[in-house]
């Protein structure tokens, strides 16, 4: 071969080698244009105008910048707006004012300034039940069927959005059941496993493809004829109590009576600001960053509870008109504002929220704004960073100026069944969660529940001067119910508090 024919063709090598090379590079890359939390973070700030935030406090009580523990100094904002007063000034005194004309203009200002607004061109979701499993819970059998929710990415196919959950419902309850959906992973509970035949298939098929790898293992095999690789587990195994001592959160519900579902609100949107142009936020965008009222992940996993939903209305097995929602700390907000948005649920239990949940937002105890517009901006709207500004061509902003607070968020629920639930510092609830501000939010959002003809916690006074009750002491005779146990950050010792209530008002009995 001629020489300058072998120098092209070695250069028409080196060339194709570099471009898969090239290639190789942009498939393990993060996708064109993926920003990292604090890019994002940055480009929201220059759209709002902010050049410089203040920083959100330590959650070490031992660090010089740790947050406000202090009673005293907690209320720099004594005065929270008032769910009953129109922002024209006029007094809600009527339940239709309250439909009409209260209510929509709260969760207006919610969506615009707090969490952001769902699009109004949020793709479909179709649902696929992929399995359905025969299960035991306990002593009860089960259904359980895992499902994923599909969302349509035809405006942008390099971002999918699979919305997984699991419902379980008991097999031989007459009759729809009432559900609690859960935020966290989904997957089957208690996977049924092959027993007998096809047990002995499966370890006849394993021993073979041992033998394949090793032949040797023949004398092995021949000297212990009665070993198998796979073995039956124990039909009842003991269940990992709560931390209370009480059953598993999911054996009670069952035991109830009632289904439960787990929904993954990592498979909707990611718990990380870099995750904004993926997800259900990134695919209505078409993978670009969010405008200042765009949701943030809060909305966005309470909007994967509501596709929830949609499916569950669709299923024979579950009393659509009785599914909750509940969730654990950051979960714990989620679900709050869940049940505040979308009315088709019955219930809420809301585990140990904090700031951005049903803790107040203008308290200075423990968590702060300043957090939730730190390194938790992703979770608010873009709008809502404007509260922890320091610097901006608005000049600083601060919690006095948000138009709304958690008293209101609570509101939003009335009258429908609304269970605050936190656990004790001392076992790990820590203080950065303000346990007061959350109770005196619960109070004064009594007053709606009021107007509404039912009930809120029945203690005296005013979010003023209301006394937190003792621990382990639920006030539990109304629609809206405060509990806090004697356990840490979790609500599971709730739980059996949270049915026994829950029952009582849908008319619900556990079966006999
Ligand atoms: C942090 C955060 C809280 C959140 C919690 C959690 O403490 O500041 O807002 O609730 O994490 O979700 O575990």
Redesign the pocket.
Known sequence: MPLSIRSSLLCICICCLLAASALAQRASAPPAGALTADQDQHKMMDQLGIKALRPGPS?NEKAPNHANIDESKANPYPNLPDPLTMNDGRKVTTEKMWWEERRPEIVEMYSKYVYGRVPSSVPKVTWTVTAVDHEMIGFTPVTAKDLIGTVDNSADPAISVRIHMTLVTPAFVKGPVPVLMMFGRAGFPNPNEPRGDDLNRINNAWKALLLQQDPSLKDVFAQHPAWEPLKESPFFQRPDLNEDGDLPNIWQLIGAGWGFVLIDPASVQADDGAGLTRGIIGLVNKGQPRTPEDWGALRAWAWGADRGLDYLETDPAVDAKHVGIEGV?????AALVTMAFDQRFAMVLVG??????ATLLRRNFG?AVE??TGG?YYWMAGNFMKYGASEASFGVGSPGDIPVDSNELIALCAPRLTFISYGIPEKGDAK?LDHQGSFMATVDAGRVFALLGAKGIGVEGDYHTAKMPPVNTGLLDGQLAWRQHDGG?TDAPNMKWFIQWAGKFIGHTPPQ
Do not use: C, D, V
Request: glycine share 28%; aromatic share 12%.
């Open positions: 959650g700390s950051r979960y714990g907000k140990s929220s904090g700031k951005g949940g968590e957090s939730l938790e950065w950050h």
